[in-house]
């Protein structure tokens, strides 16, 4: 039962002089949050009303992070307005976002969120005049591999949101126009939780979606591309009837109705897609091997603990279920010292992380509640990497499904066009 009876969206500012959107959430009449977005670069000449309702999306999908705190029966709007087609998605885009944290909460995964529409229609499509890819950098191999493939389209860029300091050595190396945003959440939710304040995942890459969508207006793009791969639609596992995806906003399914939801505001003019959705996990290490390796190894972590505050470079932990599977992954197809230089040990012989990699081969318990492939690419993986570690093939014993072949491309949301541009830039690897 929450302690409050409504969560309330207060208002959602732009100041144009320091180029700073507050979007201000709270509960009741009581507590009130502030989160801030910062566009630290140079605007294109751009369409106000669009840029007014990309922002709204992001008001929006942003209040997940104090939604979760308490979890209110009804959700009160006083800044913005929804018709029934986008108060749909973001009913549903924050109960499937919220999966992980029901489970972990002990919470029925089927809470309903009551997004209501508060207008019959929103009247006008907006249109914007960008053209070009925007490819959103989270310092790990997959955005580099999506950089690397479409390097050479003329009107190419990179963004970023937050961690400038250990992102810049790889924004100087990829060598492309780059735009920074940084985020600072209210940090009143640390002390909330400390209180009892109820904490979990959230649907991250919805949020870096909507932000993706406003750099996209500001810069002049028409694409907001992303890295996210065929991995990302397999549950992690099954809660009380549901199925709980801890990348649930990575997923394909997020994705179509993230792109019907720009269609329904933007028509065609803006677009979201994932360059990498046809591929599996090992073939994006593959491609990654063959194409960003070299260039990026000192400057790129796919780890998620890799942004601490008391570092100013990339880093990996060698110690996180992310770890595992990369190094797993990487090594049918890198040098084992190299990966070993990387790590500074070798994380397929570490004792500690066995149990690890029993949960991504799927020999016991469920899958990590973190970014890591398919149970049946890990056994792929495990199984090319018996030809380094003969050793490690009494360790773990396992079957694949016949026919499965993590080469073979999946089903993607990527446009006619630049699935032909894709296609090209693989035969050129070749």
């Given at each position: ?11 959602y ?32 000449d ?8 990309a ?7 942003a ?10 029966p ?18 549903k ?9 029901f ?9 309903a ?51 400038k ?12 126009p780059?735009?920074w ?18 904490n ?8 870096f979606?909507?932000v ?25 596992l099954?809660?009380?009837?549901a ?17 019907t ?22 073939r ?6 063959q ?5 990026y ?12 505050h ?15 599977f990369?190094?797993?992954a ?5 040098e ?35 970014c890591v492939?398919e ?24 079957e694949?499904?016949?026919?499965y072949n993590w080469?073979?491309p999946?089903?993607?949301?990527i446009?006619?066009e630049i ?9 050129n690897?070749?």
């Open positions: 039962m929450s302690k409050y009876q409504s969560f309330v969206f207060r208002s500012r732009f100041d144009p002089s320091t180029k700073i959107l507050n979007l201000e959430y709270g509960y009741d009449d009581s507590l009130t949050f502030t989160e801030t977005y910062t566009f630290g670069f140079d605007f294109v751009y369409d106000q009303l669009a840029f007014d309702r922002c709204q999306l992001l008001f929006f999908m209040g997940v992070s104090y939604y979760k705190a308490y979890v209110a009804e959700i009160r709007i006083e800044s913005g307005q929804l018709d029934e087609q986008t108060a749909s998605f973001f009913r885009t924050y109960q499937r976002g919220l999966g992980e944290f489970y972990i909460n002990q919470l029925d995964p089927q809470t969120v009551p997004f209501r529409a508060t207008t019959d229609s929103i009247l006008n499509m907006l249109s914007i005049e960008g053209a070009g890819q925007l490819v959103g950098l989270g310092g790990g191999k997959d955005s580099l591999v999506s950089v690397e493939l479409l390097r050479t389209q003329a009107n190419l860029a990179t963004w970023s949101l937050g961690h300091s250990q992102l810049s050595p790889l924004v100087d190396r990829v060598g492309l780059h735009y945003v940084e985020r600072a959440w209210d940090p009143q939710l640390l002390e909330l939780n400390k209180q009892g304040a109820l979990g995942h959230v649907p991250i890459s919805a949020i979606a909507c993706g969508s406003i750099v996209a207006i500001l810069s002049g793009k028409r694409d907001v591309v992303v890295s996210n791969e065929q991995s990302a639609n397999e549950p992690t099954e809660y009380n009837g199925s709980i995806n801890h990348q649930y906003s990575k997923s394909q399914e997020f994705e179509s109705d993230f792109q939801l720009l269609q329904h505001h933007f028509g065609d003019t803006l677009r979201y897609y994932s360059l990498l959705r046809p591929f599996s996990e090992l994006i290490s593959e491609l990654f091997a194409i960003g390796f070299d260039k190894k000192d400057v790129f972590s796919s780890c998620n603990r890799a942004f601490v008391t570092s100013d470079h990339m880093s990996w932990c060698g110690e996180c279920p992310k770890c595992a990369v190094f797993l990487l090594t049918p197809f890198i084992r010292s190299e990966l070993e230089k990387l790590w500074g040990k070798n994380l397929l012989l570490d004792p500690t992380l066995e149990s690890t990699y029993r949960q991504l081969l799927g020999i016991e318990g469920d899958k990590p509640l973190d492939g149970v049946k690419e890990s056994r792929s993986a495990m199984q090319l990497a018996f030809a380094t570690y003969p050793e490690l093939e009494s360790r773990f014993t396992f694949i499904p016949n026919g080469r073979a999946g089903p993607d949301e446009p006619a699935y032909d541009i894709l296609q090209t830039s693989l035969q690897q070749q």
